[in-house]
């Protein structure tokens, strides 16, 4: 031993000083449990002095939860003479209680205990801490458990599955188990034509890179559905892959609605024949063949005699059948050597590939024509129909696509005069179309000159979360002196075929300009105003130039000011667009895309596109309420929402259309149901108009 041990007044310092100095609580009690000496911390912790301290037994200040859990642990130590750790609470003089852990140990002299001596620590906050990680531990399960989303971790190295939440149940039928039993379980459902794709993807994950894949899988109950897998590796502290977190979600109706989407952005929903945009190309596509192999096309435009009347008397039930069948018809006759599409209403166009002699086609109309005339059988009575063709001739009338169209409907207009139940060949001479053209073309020049005839309304968009107007679009009107009501659906594909649209849409903005400053000097509330800008005007190298210009001419601010373009710009040279409007939004001015819906646009490409807006076309609207349509109106407002776009609905007209646009989530909207297109000295009218008395 060490000499000092020997020397009683150095070892009693020390043990003094061990017991004063600790930076714990330290106390001494008597054998009866008295508290004897107490350190400066023990005081500061409970919060009494020294003398208060000397007066109380450690039952005194121990809780009552405790208190018999105490005593057995003193007993313990001062008769049986072990040492004791316990977990207590104590009540501080301040009335708070304190939690801590010590350890007593008993005094012994000469054999005998004379008392307990002892050391605590501060636990309080510690345990806080603990509970409340408990409690969030808990919260995080409860979550983990029960949102919709699939949330699984795998161990990277072992390629084991630790840990799945039961929405995995929900989503593919298997319960968490199957999953944890079958590690192998969760690649092995995969779709086999969509397992090569997402297998390659892995490649990407072991580089570090999160990865997202949507693809098929095939569920407990063997149905096939749409998932999607958002994965993430987890690194270590030396940045090797230790973990793989995975989110799975259920988006089987979000893909359906998708490819319907799609599908009908192509194709007639009745006849599921291919539409008119889907003609278009595929005529494109013929052409350019055609071109090479040096052979011949005739398009031919069909058009049933009776349709109107059929519709009108025996309801459009029995003239969607009539339709159908009609399409089966066409489509037999005219097998694989041509194309069927449906163009609306009753109208069909179908283009012969290949002719060898023009006999070819003209055998081919007279063979649609005499199949036409086979009754129709509906119930109990038969219908006999026929049909009237009108047929124009690659290369021979033209070259062009959408003259072949436009001289094949000519020649059916002849046709109908020339009797029904036969068809025509184009000839130059079928010209009455051209003739009406040339009228307005003449008249429109006329008009732009003279400014006399040409004319702005303006139709509200309305908000139904505040019931007021948001904004208004700008909308031609040309009355002419000797034409009448002529539609800007007739006049604007004219002005833009002859560049007429340059000067119109130009005259168009500097007008609505001028006439909403003048609306914004007398009202302090500022609509927007929205502007429809044509894809042949857009395209001009000027366009923004120019817009700016008026802009700044007319003083009008650009943040009220929107364009609105139609979808179709979107099959134009991505880049330039891209960057055409860009400079748009660094003018300040927002881009609406008008009729969505009708042409098809890639959704990842709509994502990039700076558009602000998506206004929904109304023929979407109108049937809202019919087959198939009310899923993609849901899926095109939420599509918007997420690639967070605003969105319009236009063309509502019925309270029943408002009420699911509504429900969907679309809050603005333009329609007869508000009001029509009015004139400029009508909008403060309008604008006092609360629509929440009327029609919200
Ligand atoms: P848009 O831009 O899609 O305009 C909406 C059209 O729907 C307008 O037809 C409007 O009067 C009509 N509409 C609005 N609410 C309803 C409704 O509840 N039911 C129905 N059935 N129709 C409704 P509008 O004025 O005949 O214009 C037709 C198209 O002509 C416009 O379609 C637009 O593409 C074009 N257009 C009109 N003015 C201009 C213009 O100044 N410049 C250019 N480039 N195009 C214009
Ligand atoms: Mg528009
Ligand atoms: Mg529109």
New binding site residues.
């Given amino acids: 031993m060490h000499p000092i041990y020997d020397d009683s007044t150095t070892l009693f310092a020390i043990y003094k000083s061990l017991f004063e100095s600790n930076p714990d609580p330290c106390y001494a009690m008597d054998i009866n449990g008295k508290f004897i000496i107490i350190n400066d911390m023990a005081m500061e912790l409970a919060g009494y002095t020294d003398e208060e301290f000397s007066k109380f037994y450690f039952s005194d200040i121990v809780t009552e939860e405790y208190k018999e859990h105490m005593i057995e642990a003193f007993t313990d130590v001062s008769m049986n003479g072990n040492i004791k750790s316990f977990d207590v609470a104590i009540k501080h003089k301040s009335g708070n209680i304190i939690e801590l852990y010590g350890t007593s140990v008993p005094v012994i002299v000469e054999n005998k205990i004379i008392g307990v001596v002892g050391i605590v620590k501060d636990m309080t906050e510690k345990n806080q801490m603990q509970r409340e990680l408990e409690n969030t531990k808990i919260e995080l399960e409860n979550v983990f458990n029960n949102i919709d989303v699939c949330v699984w971790s795998s161990d990277f190295e072992k390629q084991e599955l630790f840990q799945i939440s039961s929405a995995c149940k929900k989503i593919f039928g298997y319960s968490q188990e199957d999953f944890l039993q079958n590690s192998n379980l969760l690649m092995g459902i995969i779709y086999p034509e969509d397992r090569e794709r997402v297998d390659a993807m892995q490649q990407k994950l072991a580089e570090g890179q999160t990865l997202y894949l949507e693809y098929r899988i095939i569920d407990a109950q063997q149905n096939i559905k749409w998932i999607s897998n958002f994965t993430t590796p987890i690194f270590n502290d030396t940045g090797d892959i230790v973990r793989l977190n995975g989110v799975v979600a259920d988006i089987q109706q979000r893909r359906m609605a998708e490819e319907q989407l799609e599908f009908m952005a192509f194709n007639d929903e009745l006849t599921k024949l291919p539409n008119r945009r889907r003609f278009e190309q595929l005529l494109n596509e013929s052409i350019l063949n055609a071109k090479e192999t040096g052979s011949k096309l005739a398009v031919l435009y069909f058009d049933l005699d009776q349709f109107k009347w059929i519709n009108d008397t025996l309801g459009h039930t029995i003239g969607d059948n009539v339709l159908r069948i009609i399409a089966k018809r066409l489509s037999s006759i005219i097998g694989n050597e041509g194309i069927v599409s449906r163009v609306g209403g009753d109208e069909f166009i179908i283009l012969l590939q290949n002719i060898k002699e023009l006999n070819h086609v003209k055998i081919f109309a007279q063979r649609i024509n005499d199949e036409i005339l086979q009754p129709i059988h509906l119930g109990v009575r038969s219908y006999e129909l026929t049909a009237s063709i009108g047929i124009s001739m690659f290369p021979d009338d033209t070259g062009d696509a959408e003259k072949l169209i436009i001289f094949a409907d000519q020649a059916l207009n002849a046709a109908k005069k020339d009797g029904k139940n036969t068809y025509k060949m184009y000839h130059t001479d079928f010209s009455e179309d051209i003739v009406r053209k040339l009228d307005i073309l003449q008249a429109l020049r006329q008009a732009i000159k003279t400014n006399d005839a040409l004319n702005l309304h303006y139709?509200p968009i309305i908000d139904t979360c505040s019931a007021g107007i948001v904004g208004f679009?700008?909308?031609?009107r040309w009355n002419d002196p000797t034409l009448g009501y002529i539609?800007?659906?007739e006049f604007?594909p004219i002005a833009e075929e002859s560049g007429l649209?340059l000067p119109l849409?130009e005259w168009?903005i500097r007008t609505a300009c001028t006439k909403f400053n003048e609306l914004y000097k007398n009202s302090e509330f500022k609509p927007y105003l929205s502007?429809?800008?044509?894809t042949r005007?857009f395209e001009n190298e000027q366009c923004v130039e120019r817009l700016k210009q008026i802009l700044e001419e007319a003083n009008f601010n650009p943040k009220l000011f929107k364009i609105?373009l139609t979808e179709s710009i979107m099959m134009k040279d991505a880049e330039k667009i891209v960057k055409k409007l860009n400079r748009l939004r660094k003018l300040g001015v927002d881009v609406f895309l008008?009729?969505f819906g009708t042409g098809y646009s890639s959704l990842s490409y709509l994502g990039i596109l700076p558009i602000e807006t998506l206004k929904i076309d109304?023929s979407f609207v109108q049937n809202i309420n019919g087959a198939g349509q009310e899923a993609i109106v849901r899926t095109i407002i939420s599509m918007a929402a997420s690639l967070e776009k605003g969105i319009i609905a236009?063309?509502?007209?019925e309270e029943s259309q408002l009420e699911y646009l509504k429900r969907f989530g679309c809050h603005h909207i333009?329609?007869?149901?508000f009001s029509k297109?009015v004139s400029f000295e009508e909008i403060p009218a309008l604008l006092k108009k609360r629509f929440i008395n009327d029609k919200i």
């Fill in positions: 139709q679009e700008a909308l031609l539609s800007p659906a604007i649209i849409g168009v502007v429809n800008v044509s005007q609105e008008d009729d109304q236009e063309g509502v007209e333009q329609g007869y149901l297109p």
